[in-house]
């Protein structure tokens, strides 16, 4: 995931009202079902909130993303987290964790199925044998019906986005345009743009690519409720086990 540079500097002010610590929970709970290691890693971690969430439950983690504008931003907040720049289809640790995650739909900023098989393959590498990853991924349900062709309307203390997204059925991926104005001291407004894509993959086609990868895939759920995912989900928990 390379960029995010302007997003960066307003992502955590966009993203105030994400439930973290719930989010933080059900992660939790799902990583125990799979192991009770707690050498963690995080893939796509952003900013870091749910980085230093999952660290006060207990684990001893590390967070990767290839942004170093949103790594930056993650390492002043946590400074006691080990934070490595590395684009989610070239980790390379030199290490085995107990589970890998990735959280906040980072999966879906993968520009085609290639790259997400790449991400997997390379978070099979960095698992120890019998090792979880759990990760969570928007559908295609929510990439046609939710995102869309819509416009969305940020306006939050200092800065105002706008956030135009543009639907493939292609490969159900939305193109994201975001024109974000961030308010100077003087009262004025600077304006910076940035652009940006998400795909998605139909249910069967991940789970085929999990297993594809060296996985075995332990449980499909909806996300938060955790519940059987229906028709209509929008997003989805996966949670898999390296192969032995």
Not at 25 to 34: A, I, P, Q
Not at 159 to 181: A, M, P, R, T
Request: hydrophobic share 35%.
């Amino acid at each position: 995931m390379n960029g995010y540079k302007d997003f960066a500097e307003v992502y955590d002010l966009l993203t105030e009202n994400v439930p973290y610590d719930e989010i933080a929970d059900c992660y939790t709970k799902l990583l125990g079902e799979l192991t009770d290691g707690k050498r963690l890693l995080d893939v796509g971690c952003g900013t870091g909130n749910l980085t230093s969430r999952l660290k006060s439950k207990g684990f001893d983690i590390v967070g990767a993303d290839g942004s170093a504008e949103m790594l930056s931003r993650a390492a002043a907040k946590a400074p006691d987290i080990f934070w490595v720049c590395q684009d989610m289809t070239r980790l390379r640790l030199g290490e085995e964790f107990d589970a890998v995650i990735s959280t906040l739909d980072s999966i879906n900023h993968l520009p085609k199925k290639a790259d997400i098989e790449k991400c997997f393959r390379k978070v099979n590498e960095n698992l120890k044998t019998g090792g979880a990853f759990v990760f969570d991924a928007n559908t295609v349900c929510k990439h046609r019906e939710i995102l869309g062709n819509n416009t969305f309307v940020y306006d939050v203390e200092g800065v105002y986005c706008v956030w135009l997204n543009e639907f493939s059925e292609k490969d159900f991926g939305v193109s994201i345009d975001l024109d974000i104005f961030t308010e100077e001291p003087d009262g004025s407004y600077t304006r910076k743009g940035e652009s940006f894509r998400e795909i998605a993959l139909e249910d069967d086609e991940m789970r085929e690519l999990l297993q594809k990868c060296g996985f075995e895939v332990v449980r499909v759920c909806e996300y938060m409720t955790l519940a059987e995912p229906a028709e209509n989900s929008e997003k989805l928990f996966y949670c898999a086990r390296k192969r032995v």
